[in-house]
């Protein structure tokens, strides 16, 4: 395995559908950087107790503020274009809704290793935004630990026992020293050079930050967008969004709604329809 050389750091919430919306650009800088490039998830923590929560930025904040969230996600969606499915917001809109606990999970999930608790992040990240599952709940959390192949007693054990939740703190005071208060936010590092990007930042920002920090010119790995090409990556990431393949292949998004209908039509993948858009798995 070759030494990454720059050191991607995404401050995050498992709600958050900016980080959401970041998927497709991250899933870009894996396949064209592979190694080279090292991304790591800082948990910050987006909303302790709604009832307390206010972002005037978006207009969310009293007793409406399940409708409000589902708007700004509506919205976030018609941009970025990652499926949502807004009405997880009505299904919960009499609880106390925060996404300390699905952060918390996330540190648990931590435990068993960085590649595991990456794959059960991005689970909770497609289960709460375009599944319509109610993450801050322990039963959905243990559900999609089995999913993705985590030991689920030593999960729940690492929840129950507060290791976890004492993961999660020190994840939020990370946040706190670099005065990182919105997600997504982005630490790019090599060694003595840093840079802080905040907010949703586009793969082309990221590329010019790489090549700035890099001691030594990077190795891009260039990608085409053919069937078989596309159902590897499909294969190796489970579930896949339209927006992803056009991120990854550089592409537009009308053109990867159509080649993965026609992929799907030879029979070689399957689309799933999730709240306002789809998904694409192998069979």
């Known amino acids: 395995m070759q030494k990454a050389q720059i050191e991607l750091i995404s401050f995050t919430d498992p709600y958050c ?4 919306g970041t998927e497709p650009v991250l899933r870009k800088i894996q396949e064209v ?8 998830f800082v948990m910050g923590g987006l909303v302790d107790d709604i009832r307390n929560f206010h972002d005037q930025s978006n207009g969310i904040g009293g007793k409406d ?6 708007d700004h996600w509506l919205d976030a969606s018609s941009q970025h274009k990652m499926p949502v499915d807004e009405q997880v917001y009505y299904d919960i809109k009499d609880e106390v809704f925060s996404t300390y606990p699905a952060s918390i999970a996330v540190k648990a999930a931590q435990f068993q ?3 595991l608790g990456n794959l059960y992040l991005r689970r909770l990240r497609e289960a709460a935004a375009a599944e319509r599952k109610v993450i801050q709940n322990l039963e959905v959390q243990l559900q999609l630990a089995k999913e993705v192949g985590l030991d689920e007693q030593q999960f729940l054990s690492r929840i129950k026992n507060g290791d976890a939740e004492q993961a999660f703190k020190r994840d939020r005071q990370e946040c706190k020293k670099r005065s990182v ?6 630490l790019i590092k090599s060694g003595d050079q840093e ?9 082309k920002v990221f590329e010019n930050c790489f090549n700035k920090l890099s001691k030594t010119p990077l190795q891009i790995k260039s990608l085409t967008a053919s069937p078989a090409s596309i159902v590897d990556f499909i294969s190796r990431n489970k579930k896949v969004a339209a927006i992803e393949i056009a991120s990854v292949y550089d592409i537009t998004f009308d053109k990867a ?18 709240g306002n858009g789809f998904f694409t798995c192998c069979l």
């Open 195 to 203: 840079v802080l990007l905040r907010g949703y930042t586009s793969y």
């Open 17 to 20: 559908t900016w980080c959401w």
């Open 113 to 115: 290793g960085e590649q």
């Open 33 to 40: 950087y592979g190694d080279q490039i090292s991304i790591h």
């Open 65 to 70: 503020w399940y409708k409000q969230v589902a």
């Open 181 to 186: 208060h919105g997600f997504p936010t982005f």
């Open 257 to 274: 709604v159509r080649l993965l209908k026609q992929i799907s039509e030879k029979g070689m993948i399957r689309e799933s329809p999730e």
